[in-house]
């Protein structure tokens, strides 16, 4: 998992990743509630001993119903904060802050041993899930992560749920932005929402940006 680019305290960064070969990496509703798990609790150092019985709470009600308590300590001691997300049948993207020294790279350990693991247990395989060590890119200055933001919360509309359907995906933290922040602080969403008077606001950025249809433009050379 060691990456070529130097990551700073206080930095964010864009996080992506595909799957080997480009193939699916979320078959099914426990796949995407796995991997959605992950990446909001696996910010500290905290172990989750039956994360099985939290996943299919969240399958079953859409909540993972973890105390208030733990979800505390998770922010108190995270290393990273997630920005903002989206999980896509083959790859995901992720704004990532780093918090504490090496606490991407620790982040990214835990999410990504522990999704291939459980992958590759499931649908008994053997090897890489992912299409080598997660890509990271810095993301320099405010415009850019606005910029960003809006081509994750677009990803989506290659699926054909278009523009209107973006805030009912649940996969992405598009929904937290404009309909309800499911995951409180755990998703550090201010460091965008806050630049914006209503969530509609935001909403018209995203729908007016054009950062999805530029960015597809030179998709692959992303991986």
Known sequence: MMRNIEISQGEYYHIYNRGVLKQAIFHNIRDWSRFLFLITYLQSPIAFA??????TNFVEHRVFNINSKIEATVIK???VELV???LMPNHFHLIVKEIKPNGISRYMQRVLNGYSK???TKYKKSGHVFQGP???KHVSDNNSLLY???Y???NPTSLRIGKDGLHKYQWSSYFDYIVKNRWNNLLASGVIDEQFSSPDEYKEFVGNSTAKETVDKIADLLF
């Open 50 to 55: 039956n994360p099985n019985r939290i996943i």
């Open 77 to 79: 001691e995270r290393y």
């Open 84 to 86: 903002c997300f989206c």
């Open 118 to 120: 459980y992958f590759n």
């Open 134 to 136: 997660y890509k990271a």
């Open 148 to 150: 960003l933001s809006t």
């Open 152 to 154: 994750i919360h677009k």
